[in-house]
């Protein structure tokens, strides 16, 4: 069975950072891009990073984080990554992982909650 | 402001028919493949529809989509209240390096 499981999530301070986890399991995570997926409380779906297979081939990132937060992998871990930097109130949401987010099959994590306030 | 354009609400009773549409333009809608999910409340994305008109298997075929030019429909037939969620199209955009949502649009089976 596919299960993405996120974690890291928590309460911190504008301007300080934190480092969001995906434990990926049951698919060869090596062989897939993997996601990070926002959902602000109330609001609708944004995306915020891709990451290709391999870490060498692409990385994009949405305007709102970029130069903000790095996404990287360790495929020897089976592991995603999200480091989010300088946060901002706005970046209050659920970050969800998801693989294959465009294809026939695509997987997401239950998502972990990230809440930016003084 | 979302790249792709959906209407905030749709509503219809059950057992009829609705229409969800997603407006784009030549940078993503029109050169991209289209994906639609489903969100239930406190829940994460469910895949309904993916590259334009492909169901993933266990979704049944009272959900469809069709692509025409820079916009996108999701269409559901014989309305449930089960289906009572929002719903979510999406695509690559080309020219912004991007995966875009549309803001998404709320479905009341009244």
């Known amino acids: 069975e596919v299960q993405l499981v996120e974690s890291g999530g928590g309460l911190v301070k504008p301007g300080e950072s934190l480092r969001l986890s995906c434990a990926a399991s049951g698919f060869t995570f090596s062989s897939y891009s993997m996601n990070w997926v926002r959902q602000a409380p109330g609001k609708g779906l944004e995306w915020v990073s891709i990451i290709s297979s391999t870490s060498s081939s692409y990385i994009f990132y949405a305007d709102s984080v970029k130069g903000r937060f790095t996404i990287s992998r360790d495929n020897a871990k089976n592991s995603l990554y999200l480091q989010m930097n300088s946060l901002r109130a706005e970046d209050t949401a659920v970050y969800y992982c998801?693989?294959?987010?465009?294809?026939?099959?695509?997987?997401w994590g239950q998502g972990t909650l990230v809440t930016v306030s003084s | 402001q979302s790249v792709l354009t959906q209407p905030p609400s749709v509503s219809a009773t059950p057992g009829q028919r609705v229409t969800i549409s997603c407006s784009g333009s030549s940078s993503n809608i029109g050169n991209n493949y289209v994906s639609w999910y489903q969100q239930l409340p406190g829940t994460a994305p469910k895949l309904l529809i993916y590259?334009?008109?492909k169901r993933p298997s266990g979704i049944p075929d009272r959900f469809s989509g069709s692509k025409s030019g820079t916009s996108a429909t999701l269409g559901i037939t014989g309305l449930q209240t089960g289906d009572e969620a929002d719903y979510y199209c999406?695509?690559?955009?080309?020219?912004?390096?991007?995966?875009?949502f549309g803001g998404g649009t709320k479905l009341t089976v009244l």
């Open positions: 590259d334009n008109n």
């Open positions: 998801a693989r294959d987010l465009m294809g026939a099959a695509p997987s």
């Open positions: 999406v695509t690559w955009d080309s020219s912004l390096s991007a995966v875009v």
